[in-house]
């Protein structure tokens, strides 16, 4: 887990030292700027194998939602909440006389941190480091076999979220911009569980408000 931390710590001190001579800039730049859009989520997920019994691990791919707001400090440094939701379901299984309902999977996002931006007239490339929560939910299921019927109660967990990653803006006028894509690296920790394979995609428009 130091590992991890340690090096993601420095990525965000990195970043504000980075951005401190920003701060003495006379320039015109958006008060806020807020994004919204689809979210695509890559994460591995654990299987069973009907015809083994054993488990295996694959990569599934989640659709849904993704939202932020931040709120510029300078030219170049901002502070951003970003907000996404993505969304799954899992077929079910048939096999030796038993059925397995199909499972509906979802997974939440609640992050902050810094952003830095790197303003151009026609692209803002930016990156971030982003700290926060995750909430992962997997929806009732019910096992059938002859003669007996098993439902599974809908569970919820919540942990630890991050979000390493940047993207680019292309300007379309001084109110708005199209985001495509944002990129980020989402490891989190929930049930005790590190899950670093996960990645997610943002594409949407971005609306400017106020100038600075």
């Known amino acids: 887990m130091r590992r991890l931390i340690f090096p993601v710590i420095g990525l965000a001190i990195g970043l504000l030292v980075f951005s401190i001579p920003s701060f003495s800039q006379e320039v015109i730049y958006p008060k806020a700027e807020v994004f919204g859009g689809f979210s695509i989520s890559s994460a591995a997920v654990s299987s ?19 939202g932020s707001a931040n709120f510029n400090l300078s030219h170049h440094l901002a502070i951003v909440g970003d907000f996404g939701g993505q969304y799954k379901t899992l077929p079910g299984i048939t096999g030796a006389g038993a059925t397995l309902t199909g499972v509906s999977l979802n997974s939440y996002q609640f992050l902050f941190g810094p952003r830095v931006m790197f303003r151009r007239n026609r692209v803002t490339p930016f990156v ?21 019927t098993l439902t599974t ?22 109110r708005l911009a199209l985001r495509v894509p944002q990129f ?13 394979n996960v990645i997610r995609i943002g594409i949407g428009l971005v609306l400017k408000g106020g100038q600075e």
């Open 184 to 196: 980020d690296w989402t490891p989190m920790h929930v049930g005790g569980v590190w899950e670093k």
């Open 48 to 66: 069973v194998d009907p015809t083994t019994g054993l488990s295996n691990s694959l990569r599934e791919t989640f659709w849904g939602w993704q």
């Open 128 to 148: 971030h480091a982003m700290f926060g929560g995750v909430r992962e939910g997997v929806g009732s299921m019910t096992l059938t076999v002859p003669g007996t």
């Open 153 to 174: 109660p809908a569970v919820a967990s919540t942990g630890l979220g991050m979000g390493m990653g940047g993207g680019f803006d292309i300007n379309v006028s001084d």
